[in-house]
């Protein structure tokens, strides 16, 4: 398995452009979720998915959409990006039940813009 | 609000020593919290985790220690090796079940240094 996977590593993108940050797992497992994490800070939950077709606000979600059209995948769009959305960008997976509430982080989406 | 918080940012330690990283948190409803540890330039990796229905519980060469009373959890790095030099953030649950499912709170983080 590869696990979560994220795409891009890196971008750069200029104030006002909209991009759309690929995330997919596949463990099969139904909760997916999008956090950024800023210098010196933890986590902080952006949006999240409980399964397909099922999406909900986190901590930060302003400036951000998603949408989970497959159990795989759950790609997170900036509509016009501002320099506060400066950040380092993980996706996470885990099962939604039982005793699965690990969730698996990706390798991070390292996003600067100017 | 909601918040899960460490005590010490910054934690040294030489090779072989124990290691003792400390979280408190806020809210008494968490039922299930995770240690991770990540590394400079990746994502984080699951070490440990426990319900609140435990105190303790060991794996290889950690220990996580939950105490309800006051709200504080440690995480204890056994014969600590320059390997583990990292960030080590803990994590709480509130939600078994429900869209609250899986939504986790981190803590700041304390980055931990091991000398040789």
């Known amino acids: 398995n590869a696990g979560v996977t994220q795409t891009p590593k890196f971008q750069v993108l200029k104030t006002g452009q909209s991009m759309t940050l690929q995330c997919a797992q596949d463990?099969?497992?139904?909760?997916m979720s999008w956090y950024r994490q800023d210098p010196g800070m933890g986590l902080r939950l952006i949006h999240y998915?409980?399964?397909?077709?099922?999406?909900d606000q986190g901590e930060v979600p302003n400036g951000y959409n998603v949408s989970r059209s497959t159990t795989e995948d759950f790609p997170l769009r900036l509509l016009s990006a501002a320099p506060s959305q400066t950040s380092v960008y993980f996706c996470?997976?885990?099962?939604?039940?039982?005793?699965?509430?690990?969730?698996?982080f990706g390798p991070g989406t390292r996003l600067t813009v100017l | 609000g909601e918040s899960v918080g460490l005590h010490l940012p910054t934690l040294s330690v030489q090779e072989g020593d124990n290691s003792i990283i400390n979280c408190a948190y806020s809210?008494?409803?968490?039922?299930?919290f995770i240690w991770y540890k990540q590394e400079s330039g990746k994502g984080p990796q699951f070490i440990i985790d426990?319900?609140?229905?435990?105190d303790k519980r060991q794996g290889q060469r950690v220990t996580v220690l939950l105490n309800k009373t006051v709200k504080h959890l440690s995480l204890q790095i056994a014969a600590t090796q320059p390997g583990d030099s990292a960030v080590y953030f803990c994590?709480?649950?509130?939600?078994?079940?429900?869209?609250?499912?899986?939504?986790?709170?981190f803590g700041q983080g304390t980055i931990l240094t091991v000398h040789p």
């Open positions: 996470a997976s885990s099962y939604s039940s039982g005793s699965g509430r690990t969730q698996y």
């Open positions: 809210n008494s409803a968490s039922d299930y």
């Open positions: 998915s409980v399964g397909a077709g099922i999406t």
């Open positions: 994590a709480e649950n509130t939600g078994a079940g429900g869209t609250s499912y899986g939504k986790l709170t």
């Open positions: 463990m099969n497992h139904e909760y």
């Open positions: 426990i319900r609140s229905n435990m």
